[in-house]
């Protein structure tokens, strides 16, 4: 028997997803409420990629009962389109009728049950990346020299030997970023309550946009 289920669920890969998600949303004039039970949407951390995408974790999301739409959101990282396709197999079977290519806007899909699925890869369902390069795009305009000095740092910091692996690269350029702000070194879902970041910056409306059509709001 299928068990009890939020109308609305999202799948994250992990913890910084599932704090900087409702801030953004938050800041973009939707309540998401303070109870799970009044919560836009019932984010899942699942602890890496490579669980999300296990045999049967998504499938057993979609026949939960009561589900109206499921939200993946994911890391790109230096494939797109690979990890899209590992997401594509485990929605299949569900939904018979998905594109090869991830659409640019993020994907929104409804099968025949009435059920919705929404995929958006960080940071734009086409560039690789991940969540810390979305929020590289919503540094200020006026911000945009010193990110650009902090690129130049974390380069220079490698060559001197520092140990960040290169497909953490936008992580160390978003933290090196904050760290010079006033004040230094808020973490990434604070300063998009604190508006170090800007929630309303032109390259987050996308995935605003879709994250609205998903769920209903």
Not at 61 to 78: F, H, P, V, W, Y
Not at 130 to 157: I, S, W
Request: charged share 25%; glycine share 8%; proline share 7%.
């Amino acid at each position: 028997m299928a068990r009890q289920h939020s109308p609305k669920t999202l799948l994250v890969e992990g913890d910084t997803d599932k704090r900087i998600i409702p801030e953004l949303i938050e800041a973009n004039g939707i309540t998401w409420g303070e109870a799970p039970e009044t919560w836009v949407a019932n984010i899942k951390p699942c602890n890496g990629f490579e669980n999300l995408v296990k045999p049967g974790l998504i499938e057993t999301e979609l026949k939960a009962t009561g589900l109206q739409a499921l939200g993946i959101i994911a890391d790109a990282n230096q494939h797109a389109a690979a990890r899209w396709a590992s997401l594509r197999t485990r929605l299949l079977g569900q939904f018979p009728d998905l594109p090869d290519k991830l659409p640019a806007e993020g994907l929104i899909e409804k099968n025949e049950g009435g059920q919705k699925v929404g995929v958006w890869l960080m940071p734009d369902n086409r560039s690789r990346g991940m969540m810390e390069t979305f929020l590289t795009y919503l540094v200020p305009d006026d911000g945009n020299p010193l990110l650009e000095y902090a690129q130049h740092a974390r380069d220079e910091a490698q060559v001197r030997g520092a140990p960040f692996k290169d497909t953490h690269a936008d992580k160390a350029t978003i933290h090196t970023w904050l760290a010079w702000q006033d004040p230094p070194g808020r973490q990434l879902h604070n300063a998009v309550t604190e508006r170090i970041l800007d929630p309303h910056h032109a390259y987050g409306e996308a995935f605003v946009t879709w994250f609205r059509s998903l769920f209903g709001l």
